[in-house]
């Protein structure tokens, strides 16, 4: 017992450490559109050419353009070629997000989240999160676990929160990966799953994860040479099964 409860207050620390240096990015809408004006302002953005860019958007917008109202939400919030405004930034989030963006729902919840531009609402942040995440965004799946693990603007619920990041894992977020790996570990989903727990902190780690090798390490200090055995396996099986065929 003295073991385990050094094992599981180690993992805490490592968890907790790696969340708070973890930073929620804003999502800017990408070019799957096959609007070329659209792809040539987010051309104009990469260069650094910032007012081409909201030019662009902002003709795009007047026609209704969802992604290009979520872009200048973006430059508002980043201050880039605009003075930083999170209030004006919050303001086209939310019309893009009228029109169903999953990127613009999750980019208003992190304002709601972390209070920029607007009073930190919790709740307010959980329900735009829910939004995207109901629509598949990875992004917003993965902030659906925290929300439900941390109890934010919400009872926690660990079975919530290992349903939600091991969406977001099975999609190839590693950081979800890690997640699920550390909700089996630690048991905060109703019961501790050594071997679940291990596979999945072995997949984060095997993605690339920093962090996930010294989780491991603890792991083990409670595992048996078989169970560490079958983990592995059933992490190569999951990897090989491109997350079909996972614990």
């Avoid at 104009?44 to 200048?72: P, S």
């Avoid at 598949?136 to 619920?157: C, I, K, L, S």
Wanted: overall charge positive.
């Amino acid at each position: 017992m003295r073991e385990y409860t050094l094992k599981k207050t180690s993992i805490n620390l490592i968890v907790s450490v790696l969340f708070a240096i973890t930073s929620f990015s804003l999502m800017l809408s990408d070019l799957r559109s096959e609007s070329s004006a659209l792809k040539a302002g987010i051309e104009a953005m990469n260069r650094g050419h910032y007012a081409t860019a909201l030019r662009a958007f902002r003709k795009l917008a007047k026609t209704g353009d969802a992604q290009a109202e979520n872009n200048i939400g973006y430059l508002y919030e980043r201050g880039l070629g605009v003075p930083q405004d999170y209030g004006t930034a919050l303001k086209w989030y939310k019309r893009s997000a009228s029109k169903d963006l999953p990127e613009a729902e999750y980019n208003a919840g992190l304002l709601y989240h972390y209070g920029y531009g607007v009073a930190k609402n919790q709740s307010e942040a959980k329900k735009w999160f829910e939004k995207s995440a109901r629509k598949g965004f990875t992004d917003a799946e993965f902030m659906m676990g925290h929300v439900y693990q941390n109890g934010w603007g919400v009872r926690q619920n660990g079975v919530k929160a290992l349903a939600w990041y091991k969406r977001a894992a099975k999609k190839g977020k590693i950081e979800a990966q890690f997640m699920t790996g550390y909700m089996f570990l630690s048991g905060d989903a109703g019961q501790e799953e050594a071997v679940k727990g291990y596979a999945w902190t072995e997949i984060s780690m095997m993605n690339g994860y920093e962090g996930a090798k010294e989780v491991i390490d603890y792991a083990e200090l409670s595992m048996k040479e078989s169970q560490i055995k079958i983990a592995k396996a059933l992490a190569k099986q999951c990897l090989a099964s491109e997350f079909k065929n996972c614990p």
